[in-house]
């Protein structure tokens, strides 16, 4: 899919000064950071902004701040780590109003290539997340252009994120995105509007509720969908089988049906788990020791448990895998977070790093697991975006990107 958005290569940015919106919602604890990932996809655009004389105004939200502005969900441990990874430095506007006059001085001290981050865009409450005029004005008026590289956020029409594009519009600045961006519409893009093929998408993940958009759209788009996971449940109790203790949407199982009657209709494979990785509980704690064993899918006991795909089905999905030319993959097969339980997830990581095709990890669980489990470097591409990856490739009109102005 050619992405007709005007992008950073489309702007003249000296002297000028652009806000980035990056998507630094990175996980913390004790406050040091334990993924890198977001920092590190941000680098490309905000290098290059400063090489061309920019002054580079960060701005991104962290965690949810359900309690108000507070220490812990402040963004200062990303201006340290920008700092050290960018070589310079990056001046942090501690400020729990984001916008005010600290922000304003800090900006106004600017000199070409200069980085100013803002704190968390969340401290300003439901003026960010209910896309507020006024702090969407506040953030354009610190700002001549504005470019969005925050993937990962843009399924969320929040003021830094959509409201403030309005305001810089209307003073005439430019809109764009940036190379992270850029690269994550192109491979999740092209994936779902024109794969290289045959194209195999594989879901997996708990709940059939979060996917319902996604199964109908990449049933449609893919050759093949197989379904693994918690949800795989809800669709062979559909089927008519006994699932015992498994995970189960009940309310979904005509959804199922309906699913199973579209992929058929389609001329579309749809593959669930053959068989079944079953234990007598859910494992206490999630990476405790458990006791497994592995029974056809149909032959599941009353009193047990499926919690991974089976050995059997380990091949099943790894040779359709390895026959793809592009693999879209979503979603752990089982509790990768047990050793015991992990197998599966594994097996559908190492058929895909195998693979000769292009492999687009959808971010969230799924990513999580790949990079755990050792994968990233042999995947084409990991999305930054959890929620925003999943409803991009449930072909919806993410807000971040239809409010940048096209070239
Ligand atoms: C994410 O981590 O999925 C993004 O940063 C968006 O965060 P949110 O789900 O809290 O809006
Ligand atoms: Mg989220």
New binding site residues.
């Given amino acids: 899919m050619g992405l007709n958005k005007k992008s950073v290569d489309d702007i003249n940015v000296k002297g000028r000064r652009v806000l980035v919106r990056c998507?630094f919602?990175v996980p913390l604890k004790n406050g040091v950071i334990t993924d890198e990932t977001r920092i590190n996809a941000a680098l490309p655009t905000i290098n290059k902004l400063i090489k061309d004389g920019g002054k580079v105004i960060l701005c991104s939200?962290l965690?949810?701040v359900k309690e108000g502005p507070n220490e812990k969900e402040s963004l200062a441990p990303v201006a340290k780590k920008l700092s050290e990874k960018l070589g310079k430095e990056v001046v942090f506007v501690s400020d729990y109003n984001v916008t005010g006059e600290a922000a304003t001085k800090a900006v106004a001290a600017m000199k070409e290539g200069d980085v100013v981050l803002l704190q968390n865009t969340r401290f300003r409450g439901s003026e960010e997340t209910k896309n507020g005029e006024a702090f969407s004005k506040e953030l354009a008026d610190l700002a001549d252009d504005y470019v969005c590289d925050a993937f990962?956020?843009s399924h969320?029409a929040h003021a830094s994120v959509e409201g403030v594009t309005k305001f810089i519009k209307a003073k005439g600045g430019n809109n764009c995105v940036g190379y992270l961006m850029q690269k994550e519409i192109e491979f999740l893009g092209n994936a779902v509007e024109n794969p290289v093929r045959p194209f195999v998408a594989i879901l997996g993940g708990a709940k059939v509720a979060d996917k319902l958009n996604v199964i109908d759209n990449l049933l449609e788009k893919a050759d093949t969908l197989i379904i693994g996971g918690g949800m795989a449940f809800t669709f062979l109790k559909a089927q008519g089988y006994e699932i015992g203790k498994s995970l189960c949407d009940d309310e979904k199982l005509d959804y199922c049906k309906e699913m199973m009657a579209k992929a058929e209709k389609l001329g579309k494979k749809l593959l669930l788990p053959i068989d079944t990785t079953i234990a007598k509980a859910f494992p206490d704690p999630i990476d405790g020791p458990i006791e497994v064993s592995v029974v056809d899918s149909d032959k599941i006991p009353a009193d047990m448990m499926g919690l991974d795909i089976g050995t059997k089905t380990m091949e099943l999905f790894a040779n359709e895998a390895k026959s793809a030319k592009t693999v879209v993959w979503n979603g752990p097969m089982g509790v990768f977070e047990n050793p015991t339980l992990a197998t599966g997830t594994i097996a559908v990581a190492k058929a895909l790093a195998d693979a000769d095709a292009t492999t687009i990890i959808g971010?969230?669980d799924s990513a999580a697991a790949v990079v755990q489990l050792g994968f990233s470097d042999k995947m084409s591409h990991i999305s930054t975006?959890?929620?925003?990856s999943l409803e991009y490739l449930e072909g919806k009109v993410l807000p971040g990107i239809d409010v940048i102005q096209d070239k």
Avoid at 385 to 388: K, T, V
């Fill in positions: 998507d919602n939200h965690g949810k990962g956020s969320r971010g969230g975006g959890g929620g925003a």
